[in-house]
């Protein structure tokens, strides 16, 4: 199991040492979490936050895009560092073409979606993503609690990559705890992200341990 700790539950006057904590313990991603007020009802990082973390661990850089246009701000987050670019499928009115834009730029490309989207409107995009992330909370804050619809959608993905050799991974997203997790992974997630369960741990190198053993 791969395992992204979101940095919205980090404290962000140590930042860097909070990520090299959660890389010391075997994280694999980092996720991050950005929101523009607009789409979301909350407001987080940009790029300038996470930019001066890059070379300094070797983590997977794993930005979670709750804007609206992605399109506009995809550069500035791959010059920054990202490695993977999720933008949400309700965020955007031509869906190929947001998908092709932050490939031609050079990262991978994910697409999520909100937990009321039906899942099979992105059936005729599974073959052009890396990641499909699940929401399994209401995008916005950290700490709410998981939705358990998340899971008919994971195993929906699971199914179709399996007929149809797909190669995304399935990343689920939104109040994964120890339970959570494995609901998950039974489902046929194969990225947990985490961040009250991994930043708010009193043992934060079992929390992931925890997880990826999975
Ligand atoms: C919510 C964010 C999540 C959030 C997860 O909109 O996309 O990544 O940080 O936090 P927890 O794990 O606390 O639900
Ligand atoms: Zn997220």
């Not at 794993?62 to 609206?68: A, N, Q, T």
């Not at 959570?180 to 009193?202: P, R, S």
Request: glycine share 6%.
């Amino acid at each position: 199991m791969l395992v992204a700790p979101s940095i919205l539950s980090a404290d962000f006057s140590q930042l860097l040492t909070e990520v090299k904590e959660v890389e010391s313990y075997g994280a694999d991603l980092l996720h991050i979490d950005v929101m523009d007020g607009h789409f979301v009802p909350n407001i987080t990082i940009g790029p300038d936050v996470y930019r001066n973390l890059k070379g300094q661990v070797n983590l997977v850089f794993d930005v979670h895009l709750m804007i609206e246009r992605p399109m506009f701000f995809a550069k500035q987050f791959i010059k920054a560092g990202a490695d993977i670019v999720t933008f949400h499928y309700e965020a955007v009115s031509d869906v190929a073409k947001t998908i092709r834009f932050i490939r031609n730029l050079g990262s991978k490309v994910g697409i999520s979606i909100r937990p009321k989207t039906d899942i099979v409107l992105l059936e005729e995009y599974l073959d052009d993503v890396d990641i499909v992330l699940v929401m399994s909370v209401e995008p916005g804050f950290s700490g709410q609690t998981f939705m358990e619809s998340a899971l008919d959608k994971i195993r929906y993905l699971s199914d179709m990559k399996k007929q149809n050799n797909y190669h995304y991974l399935i990343e689920v997203d939104g109040g994964i705890n120890e339970q959570t997790a494995v609901m998950a992974k039974e489902a046929g997630a194969d990225i947990l992200v985490a961040g009250t369960y991994i930043f708010k741990a009193a043992d934060r190198k079992a929390a992931i341990e925890g997880l990826k053993k999975l």
